[in-house]
């Protein structure tokens, strides 16, 4: 993916994010691909049209997040 969009746009992606709804979805097949969510208790942070949205994020370069 980061070199997709490098040579497009030319930078690279350290970082994606993905929000999932808590009402329909567990995240299970996200834990399992080891995305982390980006709020330590788990805690669904973002809502859109009244629904809670749990966040994650995957790190394409090691550190990246912590940047």
């Not at 097949?29 to 809502?47: G, L, M």
Request: aromatic share 12%; net charge negative; with cysteine.
């Amino acid at each position: 993916m980061s070199a997709d969009i490098e040579a497009v746009h030319g930078y690279p992606v350290f970082v994606v994010e993905t929000f999932v709804d808590v009402s329909r979805f567990a995240g299970t097949c996200h834990h399992a691909s080891n995305w982390r969510t980006a709020s330590p208790a788990s805690v669904a942070r973002w809502r859109h049209h009244g629904q809670p949205k749990e966040i994650f994020v995957f790190e394409l370069t090691d550190g990246a997040a912590g940047r």
